[in-house]
């Protein structure tokens, strides 16, 4: 019962360096989010993905790319990392049959630090 | 415009009192509510949730009320717990099309219950 997984779940980069967070759900639920949450920021959409195959820009996607690898994955980029991306991100994914109330369900998270 | 605040960061409650967590939203077509409780170092877990359709929704401890008039919701637990200590988040659906089924989130609430 796994429901939505992260890894990895800390990561120390330097600036300029470049990596990978990964997400899975077991769920088969349609769609796909990446949040980052600090201090006092409340939790903040970057990406999303309605679908397999489609990726959209949320509230705070500057310097993120992302990928859908299938329908079970999502994977959230950081080609270079900077000091302002340290940060505690969480992956969510919901089933969305219905366009109102939809229940996200999130992982773990991921604790960044870039120094 | 679309926002949902909670302008109370924190909140210490006894136990066995009742804890009351306020949220204020900005847009009137919001259509749906939830509430979401977070642990440290856990994600997001769903709480309650409430339709625009209705005042008020109870699940155990947990009643949400909506005051529509005042763009005003609540959560009340009653009794309170320690183990009901976490961040509380409240979140509304988006509003837009293409991007069904995103939430927007208050930037929390820490409730600390003490024994």
């Known amino acids: 019962n796994a429901g939505v997984t992260q890894t990895p779940k800390f990561q120390v980069l330097k600036t300029g360096q470049s990596m990978t967070l990964q997400c899975a759900q077991d769920m088969n639920h349609n769609s796909m989010y990446w949040y980052r949450q600090d201090p006092g920021m409340g939790l903040r959409l970057i990406y999303y993905?309605?679908?397999?195959?489609?990726?959209d820009k949320g509230e705070v996607p500057n310097g993120y790319n992302v990928s859908r690898l299938n329908k079970r994955e999502f994977s959230l980029r950081l080609e270079s990392a900077a000091p302002s991306q340290t940060s505690v991100y969480f992956c969510a994914s919901s089933d969305q049959r219905r366009r109102a109330g939809d229940i996200q369900y999130f992982g773990a998270g991921t604790r960044l630090s870039v120094l | 415009d679309q926002q949902v605040k909670q302008n109370s960061p924190s909140l210490s409650v006894q136990e066995g009192r009742i804890s009351i967590l306020n949220c204020d939203y900005t847009?009137?077509?919001?259509?749906?509510f939830l509430w979401y409780k977070k642990y440290p170092a856990e994600g997001p877990t769903f709480l309650i949730s409430i339709s625009s359709i209705k005042d008020k929704n109870e699940d155990g401890r947990f009643t949400v009320f909506l005051n529509k008039s005042a763009k005003h919701l609540s959560l009340h637990i009653v009794p309170s717990q320690p183990g009901d200590s976490a961040v509380y988040f409240c979140a509304a659906p988006f509003l837009g099309g293409g991007s069904q089924g995103n939430l927007i989130f208050g930037k929390g609430t820490k409730l600390s219950v003490k024994p």
């Open positions: 993905s309605a679908s397999e195959g489609t990726t």
């Open positions: 847009n009137s077509m919001f259509d749906y």
